[in-house]
Protein backbone atom coordinates (compact mmCIF):
# COMPACT_ATOMS: atom_id res chain seq x y z
CA UNK A 1 0.00 0.00 0.00
CA UNK A 2 0.84 3.64 0.10
CA UNK A 3 3.72 4.42 2.53
CA UNK A 4 4.33 8.14 4.20
CA UNK A 5 4.34 10.93 2.05
CA UNK A 6 5.87 14.44 1.99
CA UNK A 7 5.71 17.74 0.03
CA UNK A 8 7.45 19.52 -1.33
CA UNK A 9 10.63 17.37 -1.39
CA UNK A 10 12.81 20.14 -1.53
CA UNK A 11 12.29 23.90 -0.47
CA UNK A 12 14.61 26.68 -1.26
CA UNK A 13 13.00 30.14 0.56
CA UNK A 14 14.69 33.19 1.76
CA UNK A 15 15.11 34.43 5.24
CA UNK A 16 12.22 35.80 6.22
CA UNK A 17 9.60 34.04 4.84
CA UNK A 18 6.82 31.67 5.66
CA UNK A 19 6.96 27.73 4.89
CA UNK A 20 4.36 25.18 5.16
CA UNK A 21 5.67 21.66 4.92
CA UNK A 22 2.92 18.65 4.08
CA UNK A 23 2.72 15.00 5.10
CA UNK A 24 0.36 12.56 4.27
CA UNK A 25 0.32 9.75 6.48
CA UNK A 26 -0.38 5.99 5.62
CA UNK A 27 -4.35 5.35 5.80
CA UNK A 28 -5.72 4.22 9.12
CA UNK A 29 -2.18 5.60 11.26
CA UNK A 30 -3.55 7.30 14.64
CA UNK A 31 -0.32 8.41 15.37
CA UNK A 32 1.58 11.26 13.53
CA UNK A 33 5.39 12.92 14.40
CA UNK A 34 7.42 15.39 13.01
CA UNK A 35 11.24 15.34 13.16
CA UNK A 36 14.14 17.18 11.69
CA UNK A 37 17.46 16.28 11.11
CA UNK A 38 19.82 19.24 10.51
CA UNK A 39 23.18 17.67 8.39
CA UNK A 40 25.34 14.94 10.36
CA UNK A 41 23.06 15.48 13.46
CA UNK A 42 20.69 13.18 15.14
CA UNK A 43 16.92 13.06 14.40
CA UNK A 44 15.19 16.00 16.56
CA UNK A 45 11.60 15.44 18.06
CA UNK A 46 9.09 17.90 17.25
CA UNK A 47 5.68 17.66 17.86
CA UNK A 48 3.27 14.60 18.11
CA UNK A 49 -0.15 14.24 17.16
CA UNK A 50 -2.65 11.18 18.37
CA UNK A 51 -6.32 10.61 17.43
CA UNK A 52 -8.33 14.13 18.44
CA UNK A 53 -5.75 14.49 21.46
CA UNK A 54 -4.16 17.42 22.08
CA UNK A 55 -0.68 17.29 20.36
CA UNK A 56 2.34 17.18 22.26
CA UNK A 57 4.48 20.11 21.26
CA UNK A 58 7.34 20.02 23.61
CA UNK A 59 10.18 19.63 20.88
CA UNK A 60 9.04 22.48 19.02
CA UNK A 61 12.12 24.66 18.94
CA UNK A 62 10.62 28.66 18.80
CA UNK A 63 7.02 29.67 18.71
CA UNK A 64 7.58 30.46 14.98
CA UNK A 65 7.18 26.82 14.56
CA UNK A 66 3.75 25.58 14.52
CA UNK A 67 1.56 22.46 13.60
CA UNK A 68 -1.57 20.99 12.54
CA UNK A 69 -3.48 17.80 11.39
CA UNK A 70 -6.50 18.28 10.14
CA UNK A 71 -9.67 15.12 10.26
CA UNK A 72 -6.86 13.20 11.82
CA UNK A 73 -4.95 12.31 8.78
CA UNK A 74 -3.21 15.19 7.00
CA UNK A 75 -0.51 17.49 8.91
CA UNK A 76 1.15 20.66 8.33
CA UNK A 77 4.05 21.82 9.29
CA UNK A 78 4.54 25.48 9.09
CA UNK A 79 7.92 27.95 10.07
CA UNK A 80 7.04 31.67 10.23
CA UNK A 81 9.96 34.13 9.78
CA UNK A 82 12.22 31.37 8.25
CA UNK A 83 16.04 31.62 9.60
CA UNK A 84 19.05 30.04 8.18
CA UNK A 85 19.69 27.50 11.40
CA UNK A 86 15.91 26.35 10.11
CA UNK A 87 17.61 24.49 7.15
CA UNK A 88 17.23 20.91 7.75
CA UNK A 89 16.03 18.26 6.35
CA UNK A 90 12.05 17.55 8.08
CA UNK A 91 10.40 14.28 8.27
CA UNK A 92 7.09 12.97 9.34
CA UNK A 93 6.09 8.82 10.55
CA UNK A 94 3.29 7.92 11.08
CA UNK A 95 2.50 4.36 13.52
CA UNK A 96 -0.73 2.41 13.77
CA UNK A 97 -0.69 2.36 17.41
CA UNK A 98 -0.88 4.81 20.41
CA UNK A 99 1.14 2.23 22.43
CA UNK A 100 2.28 -1.27 22.52
CA UNK A 101 4.01 -0.94 19.05
CA UNK A 102 6.18 1.87 18.46
CA UNK A 103 7.26 1.30 15.07
CA UNK A 104 7.22 4.21 13.28
CA UNK A 105 6.83 4.65 9.11
CA UNK A 106 8.79 7.93 7.72
CA UNK A 107 8.15 9.90 4.74
CA UNK A 108 11.04 10.28 2.40
CA UNK A 109 11.41 14.01 4.00
CA UNK A 110 11.64 17.92 2.79
CA UNK A 111 14.62 19.35 2.54
CA UNK A 112 14.24 23.47 3.70
CA UNK A 113 17.07 25.46 2.35
CA UNK A 114 16.91 28.71 3.97
CA UNK A 115 19.00 31.43 1.84
CA UNK B 1 18.70 10.91 32.84
CA UNK B 2 17.86 8.26 29.61
CA UNK B 3 21.38 7.46 28.13
CA UNK B 4 21.66 5.48 24.26
CA UNK B 5 25.33 5.05 22.91
CA UNK B 6 25.85 2.99 20.00
CA UNK B 7 28.87 1.87 19.32
CA UNK B 8 31.05 1.95 17.16
CA UNK B 9 30.48 5.48 15.61
CA UNK B 10 31.44 4.39 12.33
CA UNK B 11 32.64 1.34 10.27
CA UNK B 12 33.92 0.52 6.86
CA UNK B 13 34.05 -3.21 5.78
CA UNK B 14 34.08 -5.03 2.61
CA UNK B 15 31.61 -6.89 1.08
CA UNK B 16 30.92 -10.25 2.55
CA UNK B 17 32.22 -9.13 5.89
CA UNK B 18 29.94 -9.82 8.75
CA UNK B 19 29.53 -6.69 11.27
CA UNK B 20 27.84 -6.50 14.84
CA UNK B 21 26.70 -2.89 15.74
CA UNK B 22 25.89 -2.46 19.32
CA UNK B 23 23.66 -0.45 21.29
CA UNK B 24 23.53 -0.20 25.07
CA UNK B 25 21.43 1.93 27.01
CA UNK B 26 20.54 3.12 30.42
CA UNK B 27 16.72 4.77 30.31
CA UNK B 28 13.63 4.41 32.54
CA UNK B 29 10.68 2.81 32.19
CA UNK B 30 11.74 0.66 29.32
CA UNK B 31 8.97 -0.78 26.74
CA UNK B 32 10.63 -1.55 23.59
CA UNK B 33 13.74 -1.41 21.58
CA UNK B 34 13.27 -1.16 17.98
CA UNK B 35 16.06 -0.45 15.07
CA UNK B 36 15.99 1.39 11.93
CA UNK B 37 17.99 1.32 8.83
CA UNK B 38 18.36 5.47 7.54
CA UNK B 39 19.53 5.67 3.77
CA UNK B 40 19.60 9.48 2.59
CA UNK B 41 16.56 10.69 4.29
CA UNK B 42 13.59 8.19 5.89
CA UNK B 43 14.63 5.97 8.66
CA UNK B 44 13.01 2.23 7.39
CA UNK B 45 11.98 0.32 10.41
CA UNK B 46 14.13 -3.01 10.53
CA UNK B 47 12.93 -4.89 14.09
CA UNK B 48 11.37 -4.29 17.64
CA UNK B 49 12.55 -5.87 20.29
CA UNK B 50 10.77 -6.73 23.75
CA UNK B 51 11.55 -9.95 24.94
CA UNK B 52 15.58 -10.51 26.36
CA UNK B 53 16.85 -13.29 24.62
CA UNK B 54 14.52 -13.79 21.90
CA UNK B 55 16.77 -13.39 18.26
CA UNK B 56 14.77 -11.54 15.56
CA UNK B 57 15.91 -12.27 12.28
CA UNK B 58 15.50 -11.12 8.06
CA UNK B 59 17.59 -12.85 6.27
CA UNK B 60 20.97 -11.41 6.55
CA UNK B 61 20.19 -9.18 9.63
CA UNK B 62 19.08 -10.37 13.16
CA UNK B 63 19.20 -8.44 16.05
CA UNK B 64 18.78 -9.50 19.96
CA UNK B 65 17.71 -7.56 23.49
CA UNK B 66 19.89 -8.52 26.81
CA UNK B 67 17.78 -6.72 29.33
CA UNK B 68 20.01 -7.69 32.05
CA UNK B 69 23.29 -6.22 30.92
CA UNK B 70 20.99 -3.37 29.00
CA UNK B 71 22.36 -3.56 25.68
CA UNK B 72 21.35 -5.01 22.01
CA UNK B 73 23.04 -5.98 19.07
CA UNK B 74 22.49 -5.70 15.42
CA UNK B 75 24.34 -8.32 13.28
CA UNK B 76 24.46 -8.57 9.50
CA UNK B 77 26.10 -11.56 7.85
CA UNK B 78 27.89 -10.97 3.74
CA UNK B 79 27.07 -7.59 3.96
CA UNK B 80 26.64 -5.54 0.38
CA UNK B 81 26.99 -2.47 -0.75
CA UNK B 82 23.26 -1.98 -0.21
CA UNK B 83 24.00 -2.76 3.53
CA UNK B 84 25.70 1.03 3.47
CA UNK B 85 23.60 3.16 5.66
CA UNK B 86 23.07 5.11 9.30
CA UNK B 87 21.54 2.41 11.57
CA UNK B 88 19.99 3.89 14.51
CA UNK B 89 18.90 2.19 17.88
CA UNK B 90 15.66 4.03 19.26
CA UNK B 91 13.90 3.49 22.34
CA UNK B 92 9.93 3.65 23.35
CA UNK B 93 9.34 4.39 26.78
CA UNK B 94 6.11 3.45 29.24
CA UNK B 95 4.60 6.64 29.29
CA UNK B 96 6.08 8.45 26.96
CA UNK B 97 5.15 8.32 22.58
CA UNK B 98 8.31 9.84 22.20
CA UNK B 99 10.72 7.68 20.82
CA UNK B 100 14.72 8.23 21.79
CA UNK B 101 16.94 8.28 19.48
CA UNK B 102 20.74 6.80 19.48
CA UNK B 103 22.92 8.62 17.40
CA UNK B 104 23.56 5.86 14.74
CA UNK B 105 26.33 3.70 13.76
CA UNK B 106 27.49 4.83 9.76
CA UNK B 107 28.03 1.76 7.97
CA UNK B 108 30.23 1.57 4.57
CA UNK B 109 30.72 -1.38 2.95
CA UNK B 110 32.89 -1.40 0.20
CA UNK B 111 33.02 -3.46 -2.98
Known amino acids: GAGVSQSPSNKVTEKGKDVELRCDPISGHTAL ?25 SGLPSDRFSAERTGGSVSTLTIQRTQQEDSAVYLCASSPHSGGSYEQYFGPGTRLTVT | EDKVVQSPLSLVVHEG ?9 EVT ?7 YKQEKKAPTFLFMLTSS ?13 DKKELFSILNITATQTGDSA ?5 FA ?3 SYIPTF ?3 TSLIVHP
Open chain 1, 33 to 57: YWYRQSLGQGLEFLIYFQGNSAPDK
Open chain 2, 17 to 25: DTVTLNCSY
Open chain 2, 29 to 35: NFRSLLW
Open chain 2, 53 to 65: GIEKKSGRLSSIL
Open chain 2, 86 to 90: IYLCV
Open chain 2, 93 to 95: LGG
Open chain 2, 102 to 104: GRG
